[in-house]
């Protein structure tokens, strides 16, 4: 039981990484085009390139950002209900 | 080229059809006639049996338990009833004694009958001699009973929903990376371009020169 237990464990834990890493670059890349844009749209005094930084560096300490944890979140909930519902209900 | 690929494109559709059909649950309406356990050497189809019970070994051989049932067609199904563990399908089924505990006492006579929907995984097949894995028994009413698959719709709506999420990732990814990458790519060969083309113009400044100055030399057409 115990081996089983880990290898799944294992195996979730590397294919929940993998997800967190890739969503996490997406987000950011889609968060970078966004502040971009938004630059090049005119309006904003000051230079792109320290524009942009400050608001990477805002958005790495943001609630978006540590939305990403459900990622890990969401699986290990569904495990248990999927355990409890279907063993023991 | 065109069947090659449309051909291609069938066996991926029908492989993914297949691996879902086998793996998403399924209910079916039955009355159990019997259930029993019995000892089974896995062969060539060991692939579609699952784990011995969470917390026992693993052999070559175990007990495996059956559900046996009759449709409301008369047909017969037989159904296994092993624990999944903590391996693939993910049902986290450890409560294979339990189910067929539950099964057993809804064994029910074809005078007297009674109803069972058995959740259920993977396919009964002769050729093979494989089972449908029960997952979970429940009486219902009666054989017309309709039972809306939301588990198989929750989890197709999400296979979807990951699928476009993959496809808008990497149209990101490919806007943002690959295609300023190949950019970098064409502008550096331009550059390699125009660097060949200036020299092949300041070769053919010099040997063009003496090109010429032989040409001066060759019979000239005559004139008319």
Not at chain 2, 57 to 70: E, K, L, P
Not at chain 2, 190 to 199: E, G, L, P, T
């Amino acid at each position: 039981m115990i081996f089983g237990w880990i290898r799944l464990w294992v195996f979730a834990l590397v294919g929940m990484t993998v997800v967190y890493f890739l969503i996490g670059i997406y987000w950011r890349s889609l968060h970078r085009e966004e502040l971009e844009k938004r630059f090049d749209a005119g309006g904003i005094p000051g230079d792109r390139t320290a524009y942009i930084e400050s608001g990477m560096a805002s958005y790495e300490k943001g609630l978006k950002k540590r939305l990403l944890w459900l990622i890990y979140i969401l699986p290990t909930i569904a495990f248990v209900a999927v355990v409890y519902i279907l063993n023991f209900q | 080229m065109r069947y090659v690929k449309w051909t291609l494109w069938a066996i991926i559709a029908s492989l993914i059809f297949g691996f879902l059909h086998y793996t998403l649950p399924q209910h079916d309406i039955v009355r159990i006639v019997g259930t029993e356990n019995r000892r089974i050497d896995f062969g060539e189809n060991s692939i579609f049996w699952a784990s011995p019970d969470v917390g026992t070994a693993a052999g070559g051989n175990r007990d495996v338990f059956f559900i046996q049932t009759v449709q409301p067609n008369g047909k017969p199904m037989v159904y296994r009833n092993e624990d999944t563990g903590w391996g693939w399908p993910p049902y986290f089924k450890l409560d294979s004694s339990n189910t067929q505990t539950e099964a057993q006492s809804l064994v029910s006579s074809a005078e007297n009958p009674k109803w069972v929907a058995i959740t259920h995984y993977g396919w009964r097949n002769e050729f093979f001699t494989i089972f449908p894995n029960a997952v979970a028994v429940k009486q219902v009413e009666s054989p017309d009973v309709t039972i809306i698959p939301w588990v198989n719709i929750v989890l197709l709506v999400l296979l979807v929903l990951v699928g476009l999420m993959i496809r808008r990732m990497w149209l990101q990814f490919r806007e943002r990376t690959i295609d300023p990458a190949l950019e970098d790519v064409s502008e550096t060969w331009d550059a390699v371009d125009a660097k060949a083309d200036a020299a092949r113009e300041q070769a053919r400044g010099f040997l063009g020169r003496i090109g010429a100055w032989l040409d001066s030399w060759k019979k000239k057409p005559p004139r008319r």
